[in-house]
C-alpha cells in the first residue's frame, strides 16, 4: 500500500463527515418549525380564532368537540376570524362474516369529512381559503352480543373523531402558516 493510499484512507471518513456537516448546516436554515418564535405565537392565535360551526349527527358532535379543544383548548373565546364548516360522511363495512352463523365478526366505520374554512365576515359567494377532506377508518370486532357491538361501533366512531380533529388540525395549520 502507497504511502498515497495510506493518506487517502486516514482522511476520508473525517472528509465525509466535515462534509455532511457542512450540508446540514446550510440546509438548517431552510426549515422552520410550525409553532417555533414569534410566528408560531401568531399561529396558535390564528387556530384559536376558528368557529367551528355545528355539525350534526352523533359522529358531528364528537368531531367539533374535538376540533374545538384542539384548536382551542385553553378555553378563552378570542373573537373569531375564520368559520370552519364540516361536512361528515359515516359509513359502516363489515369486511368478515363467519360462513357458519352468517353474521359478521368484525365491523369498520368509514369517515369523511370534507371541510371548509372561511373568512369572517362571511357572505354568501365567498370562496373558501381552505377546502379539503380528511379520511379516517376504525375497524371493530362483533360478537353475538348486540349492545357489546352498538358500544364498539360508538368507540370506533370516537375514534375516528379524533383522528379526524388531528388530521383537520394540522391541515389547518399548515395552510395558516404558509405565507400569504
Known amino acids: 500500500m502507497s ?35 414569534v410566528a408560531g405565537g401568531q399561529l396558535v392565535e390564528e387556530l384559536q380564532a376558528i368557529k367551528v360551526e355545528p355539525i350534526p349527527e352523533r359522529l358531528g358532535h364528537y368531531l367539533a368537540n374535538e376540533l374545538i379543544f384542539n384548536l382551542n383548548g385553553t378555553g378563552s373565546s378570542p373573537p373569531p376570524k375564520y368559520r370552519l364548516v364540516i361536512t361528515a360522511r359515516e359509513r359502516v363495512n363489515s369486511p368478515l362474516v363467519d360462513t357458519v352463523t352468517a353474521r359478521a365478526t368484525a365491523g369498520t366505520v ?38 357489546a357491538n352498538l358500544r364498539a361501533a360508538r368507540a370506533a366512531e370516537i375514534q375516528n373523531a379524533k383522528v379526524l380533529a388531528d388530521q383537520i388540525r394540522t391541515r389547518l395549520a399548515l395552510s395558516l402558516a404558509k405565507p400569504s
Open 110 to 147: 368509514l369517515v369523511d369529512a370534507e371541510y371548509k374554512l372561511y373568512r369572517l365576515p362571511f357572505t354568501e359567494g365567498d370562496k373558501p381559503i381552505v377546502e379539503d377532506v380528511a379520511v379516517s377508518a376504525v375497524s371493530y370486532d362483533r360478537t353475538s352480543q348486540r349492545y
Open 3 to 37: 504511502s498515497y493510499d495510506r493518506l487517502r484512507a486516514r482522511f476520508t471518513l473525517p472528509l465525509r463527515i466535515a462534509v455532511v456537516c457542512a450540508v446540514a448546516g446550510f440546509l438548517g436554515g431552510c426549515f422552520q418549525p410550525m409553532y417555533g418564535g
